[in-house]
């Protein structure tokens, strides 16, 4: 089922005043210094806000070189490691083959999902996926999608967990022989599911929703806010040791598929993180991956190509009529991950 573009625009802001939000800089100016005279603290959410205005209509400028088609590349089965940055995956990785850096399409999923997918048709891939923004996909744009943000949702940690991509994928594939497979892992992306990662907090895929003492609280800050106005109670070394620890969780289960699949198969990430970025020409550092942004660190994206034997037979067929997702668990999926 497909949701409409404007309902996830509309769920994909906080409850709070977004101050990240380019619609934000809409606001008449006078009203933007009275925010400032009532409230001092707001000046160094205003200062971010300016910067990313900035550099959302700038930052095409001074970055080099045109971002990958993803379904114009050679593969059988497309691993997506969401939100995996380059310099976090050439350091930590152990996957065999060959390394090399590409460009993204956007800073964030939804982007990257629109730039590769909207309006086009894959009748010859099956798309196996637990990151939300797939509703936004129009039915008949891939063979078939295995939505996994419903049945396999868990609810401790407030995400799909990897081995649940593993078994749907490798179902995936008895299913469906003759099809590419794009398999999107919602790691090393937020929440954090590794035993340090949860000593911070477990929370929702944007940080804006949080389980406490067995509740889920949607009013909670932001963790990349939080390093952002630095929060003394939070490390950005713990959270970075816990982005860490969140990608080697999921390289151990793309290591099985990479096993398991025949084919040539390549990881690569929708996008990176700021993590700390000072912006330009603002020098206040940002974190997370807001959209229209094209920093390095959220566009270069790793494109690794393990060894393989032989490529996989390809045919395309008319898609499947794929399963609806009922309104309500749509939205309360997206409310738990801090889209409302």
């Known amino acids: 089922m497909a949701v409409p573009t404007e309902t996830i625009l509309q769920l994909d802001r ?14 008449p100016y006078q009203e933007n210094i009275q925010r400032v005279l009532d409230d001092p603290s707001s000046l160094h959410d205003q200062l ?3 910067g990313m205005k900035i550099h959302r ?6 970055v080099s070189g045109e971002p990958l088609t993803i379904m114009d590349a050679e593969w059988d089965n497309l691993l997506i490691l969401d939100a995996c940055r380059y310099d976090m995956f050439e350091s930590h990785h152990s996957f065999p083959g060959t390394l090399k850096k590409v460009r993204s399409a956007g800073s964030q999923s939804r982007e990257f999902l629109e730039y590769n997918f909207s309006n086009k048709e894959y009748h010859d891939t099956v798309y196996v996926t637990a990151n939300p923004f797939a509703a936004t996909l129009d039915d ?3 063979h078939a999608v295995i939505d996994l943000f419903d049945e396999a949702w868990d609810e401790e940690l407030l995400t799909v967990r990897p081995e649940s991509v593993v078994d749907a994928t490798l179902q995936a594939n008895e299913e469906y022989p003759n099809k590419r497979i794009i398999s999107h892992f919602m790691q090393p992306h937020y929440p954090f599911i590794g035993e340090q990662g949860q000593q911070i907090d477990t929370g929702g895929v944007t940080g804006n929703t949080v389980r406490t003492e067995g509740k889920t609280r949607a009013d909670a800050t932001s963790i990349w806010s939080r390093l ?10 713990a959270v970075w040791d816990a982005y860490v620890e969140n990608f080697k969780l999921v390289e ?8 398991e699949l025949d084919g040539k198969s390549v990881v690569t990430s929708d996008h990176g993180n700021l993590f700390g970025k000072r912006l330009w020409p ?19 994206v790793p494109w690794h190509e393990p ?14 009529e794929s399963s609806s997702v009922a309104d309500d668990v749509v939205e309360e999926r997206l409310k738990n991950l801090g889209y409302a």
Do not use: C
């Open 48 to 50: 971010l806000a300016a």
């Open 140 to 142: 008949g744009t891939f």
């Open 228 to 237: 952002e106005t630095r929060d003394n109670s939070l490390s950005e070394s």
């Open 307 to 320: 060894p393989f034997d032989e490529r996989r037979q390809i045919e395309s067929n008319p898609p499947e």
């Open 14 to 27: 906080d409850t709070k005043t977004n101050w990240s939000d380019p619609d934000y800089m809409n606001i």
């Open 57 to 62: 209509r700038l930052g095409s400028y001074y």
């Open 282 to 300: 603002i020098p206040l550092k940002k974190y997370g991956h807001p959209p229209g942004l094209r920093f390095d660190e959220l566009v270069q």
């Open 252 to 259: 151990t289960h793309a290591k099985t598929l990479f096993k």
